[in-house]
Nanobody, 122 residues
Framework: VQLQASGGGLVQAGGSLRLSCAASGRTFSSLRMGWFRRTPGKEREFVAT???????YYTDSVKGRFTISRDNAKNTVFLQMNSLKPEDTAVYYC?????????????????WGQGTLVTVSS
């Protein structure tokens, strides 16, 4: 099982980026997928999650700005990030969980991608 995250980069505050996470090794259409992020000196934190059926949940700081979605035919999950702020700067990780419930903790996720860096300049 492999997860490959991409789409990070440098963007000005107020700009947008779209992250992608391609999964391989098995079919993930029925599994929950999520995005986390880590900034230097901090713990990795939950950003958003989507169930196999498309139900979504976000951390409060990104609600209304970020949208998680998935394309099950392509085994890919996306994170559309709009109105980016400098505090969104982080390495973003995608992950897969076998849990059928909303999962916001790292321990609830079973496979992780390598991370992609997002830098938002002020």
């Amino acid at each position: 099982v492999q997860l490959q995250a991409s789409g990070g980069g440098l963007v000005q505050a107020g700009g947008s980026l779209r992250l992608s996470c391609a999964a391989s090794g098995r079919t993930f259409s029925s599994l929950r997928m999520g995005w986390f992020r880590r900034t230097p000196g901090k713990e990795r934190e939950f950003v958003a999650t989507i169930s196999g059926s498309g139900n979504t949940y976000y951390t409060d700081s990104v609600k209304g700005r970020f949208t998680i979605s998935r394309d099950n035919a392509k085994n890919t999950v996306f994170l559309q990030m709009n109105s980016l702020k400098p505090e969104d700067t982080a390495v973003y990780y995608c992950a897969v969980s076998y849990s059928p419930y909303v999962s916001t903790r790292e321990v609830e996720y079973d496979y992780w991608g390598q991370g992609t860096l997002v830098t938002v300049s002020s």
